[in-house]
Nanobody, 121 residues
Framework: VQVVESGGGLVEAGGSLRLSCAVSGSRYGINTMGWYRQAPGKERELVAAISRGGTIYYADAVKGRFTITRANGENTAYLQMNSLESEDTAMYYC????????????????WGQGTQVTVSS
């Protein structure tokens, strides 16, 4: 299974970025996709997740600013990030799994290499 992210970069505070993620090669299908992030010296955290059934999760820190969507019937997900803050600076990882969304602590089977998001203040 391959997980490929794109869309990271450098943006000024208050700006926007859109991350994309495509999963291929899954024999059994993908139910849940999401985005984790990890900043230097901080723990990894689940930012957002979306399941085929329509369950959506957002971390409190990004509610109202980030939107996760998924292309119908495809293993492709997007993370629209608006009103970016310096605290959003991190490596962002796309994740995917066969199972249903099981909470922010749930494990994921497949991880991408990560895409860097840097917000300058």
């Amino acid at each position: 299974v391959q997980v490929v992210e794109s869309g990271g970069g450098l943006v000024e505070a208050g700006g926007s970025l859109r991350l994309s993620c495509a999963v291929s090669g899954s024999r059994y299908g993908i139910n849940t996709m999401g985005w984790y992030r990890q900043a230097p010296g901080k723990e990894r955290e689940l930012v957002a997740a979306i399941s085929r059934g329509g369950t959506i999760y957002y971390a409190d820190a990004v509610k109202g600013r980030f939107t996760i969507t998924r292309a119908n019937g495809e293993n492709t997900a997007y993370l629209q990030m608006n009103s970016l803050e310096s605290e959003d600076t991190a490596m962002y990882y796309c994740v995917a799994k066969r199972g249903y969304y099981s909470g922010p602590e749930g494990a994921y089977d497949h991880w991408g290499q990560g895409t860097q998001v840097t917000v300058s203040s």
